[in-house]
């Protein structure tokens, strides 16, 4: 009796610790599926939340990007001849020596335009013009170390040691990362525009010369961008409303030399640039400052004179005008016009009282 009352104590025992794990398991079974939930409600808010932080993030970038202020720099012609390469033998060689007092200026902008008066080359003829300018293949990663991003090549000196020098201009720029606009070894180089993008505002620059109109490039020879009117304003409105460029900045080589006023060509030609969508007309080649113009929505810098040449038999050739561009938010908000001097080596530097 007793032994048969020990098995029933064991038996309800045994089922008793029976129901207790299955009941253990059921609530542990539900406690997990419950916790399963619980990470997979914490991993999709996670999600959410760095959603949410990129998608702040990146309005905090876009709205940094409206209120910062860009600046362009654009001064003008840069002769690497003649005197100015006689002041750089005299000073080891060094193509850096004619760019020294305006380096440290270049580094604070946050892009710098020029124009390149002569090509860079060891090729080609002489032409026989009366002035006629090559620069020598070290020119060019001394304008790349002076931080000038962008030069233009359409004036009336590219052409001086004939096409072969032009287009061996293009290959030295390229190895030293300086963009280049206004010509070029075959038609589509000559005619593309350089971009650039400030924060959020995209910007393209297109040059060209009044002079040598019949020398633009084609499919297979070196030369200049084609000047015409017609093809400018296309070429202005393709840029804004297919490439939705915010900004057009044109290059000019144009006027009278010496002229401390611009002619009546630049003048109409300027606003019929402007009128065409132009933002910014850049002027050179008189090698004397001009006047700038403020007209309609665009601005022209007539002529920026002279910006490293040997022209020492005036004052007003060693004289030159760097402007700073001021850009915000896709708009040019002002400009700042700077007087410099040219000193007895040939280096610009800024003008002080």
Request: charged share 25%.
């Amino acid at each position: 009796m007793e032994k048969r009352k020990k098995i029933s104590l064991l038996t309800i025992f045994i089922i008793c610790a029976f129901c207790a794990l299955l009941v253990f398991s059921f609530f542990l079974k539900e406690n997990n599926k419950n916790i399963s939930n619980l990470f997979q409600k914490i991993s999709l808010e996670k999600k959410q939340l760095e959603s949410e932080k990129d998608q702040l993030k990146t309005l905090l970038e876009e709205e940094t990007k409206k209120e910062t202020i860009y600046r362009v720099t654009v001064v003008g012609d840069i002769m690497l001849d003649r005197g100015v390469k006689t002041r750089v033998k005299q000073n080891s060689g060094d193509y850096n020596f004619p760019f020294q007092l305006m380096k440290s200026y270049f580094s604070n902008s946050d892009y710098v335009f020029a124009n390149l008066e002569g090509s860079i080359s060891s090729v080609g003829a002489d032409t026989g013009k009366p002035f006629s300018f090559r620069f020598e293949p070290a020119a060019a990663p001394a304008l790349a170390a002076a931080g000038i991003d962008l030069v233009s090549l359409a004036n009336n000196h590219i052409l001086d040691w004939g096409r072969d020098s032009l287009c061996a201009t293009t290959t030295h720029l390229e190895k030293v990362n300086v963009a280049f606009v206004g010509a070029g070894c075959n038609n589509n180089q000559a005619e593309k525009s350089t971009l650039v993008t400030l924060g959020n505002t995209k910007i393209a620059f297109l040059a060209y010369t009044e002079f040598y109109q019949g020398a633009h490039a084609t499919v297979t020879a070196p030369g200049l961008s084609e000047y015409s009117m017609t093809k400018i304003r296309e070429k202005i409105k393709a840029l804004k409303e297919d490439e939705d460029v915010d900004l057009v900045f044109v290059s000019m080589h144009w006027g009278d030399e010496y002229k401390a006023r611009a002619n009546n060509y630049q003048v109409t030609t300027g606003y019929k640039l402007v009128e065409m969508g132009a933002d910014l007309v850049i002027g050179h080649h008189p090698h004397v400052k001009q006047e700038i113009e403020r007209y309609k929505n665009g601005w022209i810098i007539y002529s920026l004179g002279n910006f490293i040449f040997d022209q020492s038999w005036s004052k007003e050739t060693m004289e030159g005008l760097m402007v700073d561009i001021f850009i915000q938010n896709k708009k040019i908000i002002n400009l700042e016009p700077i007087d410099l001097l040219i000193n007895k080596d040939f280096q610009p530097a800024i003008e002080t009282i």
